[in-house]
């Protein structure tokens, strides 16, 4: 007989890691589960609330309680940038993740708006500019089948992207290539990037764009990219649901 929440948890969690019930399955009703566990509803609630915060089960709204999805799409770390993609293809990085993960794609996937701004500290810093600088940000909203995976926010140069279909908030890739395609035919060719990765919970501005679950939190990856020369053309932020990546980096370790 289970007598704690901790100790009831526990055992769901454990359910939950062998399958039984499967990414997607609605748990039992919290009268059947304090009957079959021989607990009273206060607790089976408490369990249930602990499996939330960790992100395991989310409540549906006419549903119950149902089990968390696994990371559905690769997330390609250097793979996703390589130039045979958006130089000498038509590949932009997002499409990359989803063609190795098997899944389709769609110009408006991909949703923008472009505004000509202050940026951010932390944006101008990155770039080099001063902080009184206007900047264009171009910020994404990426979706998969209608639920949104991603948003991605993108500041660069004025100068650098004036004039450009950077500039332009039509749904979809800014071209063929995507924004490197476009930096390139700019003279400002992408060559090196930097990326730094975290993880916390989303504000509930992101909370509600992303139609995140209770529990959920986001990872946050800050991208700086520059030229051959050195020169920083693009900094981004993207703040990603993290059920709904696995992140996979493929490189040669250095000597």
């Not at 007598?3 to 399955?25: F, N, V």
């Not at 450009?164 to 749904?171: A, K, R, S, Y």
């Amino acid at each position: 007989m289970t007598h704690g929440y901790k100790e009831l948890a526990g055992q769901l969690r454990a359910q939950i890691a062998q399958g039984t019930p499967a990414p997607g399955d609605t748990l039992p009703r919290q009268s059947d589960l304090a009957d079959t566990y021989g607990v009273n509803v206060k607790t089976v609630r408490a369990a249930v609330a602990l499996l939330e915060a960790e992100g395991l089960v989310t409540p549906v709204r006419r549903r119950g309680t149902v089990v968390r999805e696994q990371p559905t799409m690769r997330r390609l770390g250097t793979e996703r940038y390589a130039k045979s993609k958006w130089k000498y293809g038509n590949t932009v990085a997002f499409a990359a993740d989803r063609e190795a993960s098997n899944q389709t794609w769609a110009p408006n996937d991909q949703t923008q708006t472009v505004e000509l701004s202050s940026p951010t500290p932390e944006a101008a810093e990155a770039l080099g500019i001063d902080g009184d600088e206007h900047v264009y940000v171009r910020s994404r909203l990426i979706a998969l089948e209608g639920t949104p995976t991603h948003t991605l926010t993108s500041y660069y140069r004025a100068s650098d992207v004036a004039g450009t279909p950077l500039v332009d908030p039509q749904p979809g890739p800014a071209s063929q290539g995507g924004g490197f395609a476009v930096l390139t035919l700019a003279g400002h060719e992408p060559h090196q990037v930097t990326e730094a990765i975290n993880s916390r919970m989303p504000s509930p501005d992101e909370t509600d764009r992303l139609k995140i679950p209770a529990g959920e939190p986001v990872m946050v990856l800050k991208r700086t990219v520059r030229t051959a020369e050195g020169k920083p053309v693009e900094y981004a932020v993207g703040v990603h649901r993290a059920s709904m990546f696995s992140w996979q980096y493929t490189f040669d370790m250095p000597d």
